[in-house]
């Protein structure tokens, strides 16, 4: 459909600086009850039903654990490989356009209300996946200074109302600000968060349902995943708004 919106951070897009400015406007221009992305009256909802049905969804097959693309829904040769710490992961989404814009005006437009609506769209995705407790990708104490509110935080805490699961926002926490992972190799991003993160309580056979906006490569979320197994976490399943995929 044609978008009559300017839509407004990932590193994939082209002109980040821009796209952050776009983000900014959208958020002081749109009326109440309009539609983030063409502008229209959405009765009170962040995205009308005729942009929601464009949004991009993740393809019909992936691997269970790390949800990238394969043939047959089988398990992908990289986890197959060099399994990663976390069991499973649920996307809503595939990160592209324009769902990339609504994400942007959630982390950078401070639309905090998406928050609520992305946790709604992720619900329906975990019916079926039995949790403890949610444990939200924590920032750095720099990064969340500067942004002023983490949004993995905060669809955590929507997500958390609507399927009745504590949310815990202090035992996992990110110790080491890391440089952006945008321009990194895969190895790279291994690397860069090798050690970043820290937890604070036991999680003794927890069921942990971990939360992020976006999941590129994984190596994030791997290494969230591998902190909490040490402090006795059963299984993590990484739930996030969209999962990016090669092109």
Not at 13 to 39: D, E, M, Q, V
Not at 185 to 214: P, Y
């Amino acid at each position: 459909m044609n978008y009559r919106g300017q839509f407004i951070g990932m590193s994939i897009l082209p002109y980040p600086s821009l796209i952050k400015a776009a983000s900014r406007r959208i958020a002081t221009r749109l009326l109440p009850g309009s539609c983030l992305l063409c502008g229209a009256d959405s009765n009170n909802e962040a995205i009308c039903p005729p942009c929601r049905s464009d949004l991009p969804l993740p393809p019909p097959r992936t691997c269970p654990i790390c949800a990238d693309r394969t043939t047959h829904g089988e398990r992908c040769g990289a986890c197959l490989k060099d399994p990663p710490h976390f069991d499973r992961t649920v996307a809503a989404f595939r990160y592209d356009f324009p769902l990339d814009r609504v994400i942007h005006a959630l982390k950078y437009g401070h639309q905090l209300a998406l928050a609520q609506w992305f946790a709604a769209q992720m619900q329906v995705s975990l019916t079926d996946h039995a949790c403890d407790r949610i444990v939200p990708l924590p920032l750095h104490v720099d990064r969340l200074r500067e942004r002023g509110f983490n949004q993995a935080g905060e669809i955590a805490k929507a997500l958390g109302a609507l399927l009745d699961l504590p949310v815990d926002l202090q035992t996992l926490v990110r110790t080491r600000a890391t440089p952006s992972q945008a321009d990194l190799t895969d190895k790279e991003r291994l690397r860069n968060v090798r050690g970043a993160f820290e937890c604070g309580g036991d999680l003794s056979q927890q069921r942990l349902l971990l939360i992020d906006d976006v999941m590129t490569t994984g190596a994030t979320a791997n290494e969230c995943a591998r902190t909490l197994k040490i402090h006795g976490a059963r299984s993590v399943t990484v739930a996030v708004a969209a999962r990016a995929f090669k092109h």
